[in-house]
């Protein structure tokens, strides 16, 4: 038993004719999300950074040589707006990570990339993030995470295909 069963197990007392066992789904997940979120941050605040820095300078890592992205293209990667992306790249620029250069191949523009700081800087949090993801899962065997890996790619898959069509 776990504290979405206590939950599940009031609404099934008080209304029994209520089908919730999609609350106790959703409200796991929930609660996962929540103790796996405060663990990454762990991680992060340990190098100076939160989830969004991470999240750009990870982005831009990914991507490969030449470490570098246009805003807009940051901002379709990341799902984030225009104003949260310039603060978020404001912040990184005044700490060394990234770096604002001009685009060479519009004038008009500039690319977001990351300073040799930043890349040193990512290269470790990352190496630190997937041992603390590795951490945060090890409650279930290989093929546990493998199974809750397919399912929960079947779930999101639905809402990806609602979202594009």
């Known amino acids: 038993m776990d504290s979405v069963d206590k939950i599940i197990g009031q609404w099934n007392r008080e209304r029994p004719e209520l089908d919730v066992e999609p609350m106790s ?90 300073t040799k700081d930043g890349k040193a800087l990512i290269d470790t949090v990352v190496s630190d993030h997937v041992a603390t993801q590795k951490k945060l899962v090890n409650g279930l065997s290989k093929s546990q995470r493998k199974e809750a890996n397919a399912l929960l790619t079947a779930l999101l898959s639905g809402f990806e295909e609602t979202k594009e069509s």
Not at 29 to 53: D, Q, Y
């Open 25 to 114: 789904l959703i409200g796991r997940v929930l609660k996962i999300a929540r103790h796996m979120n405060a663990g990454m941050e762990k991680t992060f605040a340990a190098h100076g950074l939160n989830f969004p820095s991470f999240d750009v300078l990870a982005t831009l890592r990914r991507n490969g040589p030449p470490y570098a992205l246009s805003p807009g293209d940051l901002m379709d990667e990341m799902m984030i707006t225009s104003g949260t992306m310039t603060n978020r790249i404001d912040q990184l620029v005044k700490q060394g990570f990234v770096e604002r250069v001009p685009s060479e191949t519009d004038r008009r523009s500039f690319l977001i990339r990351l």
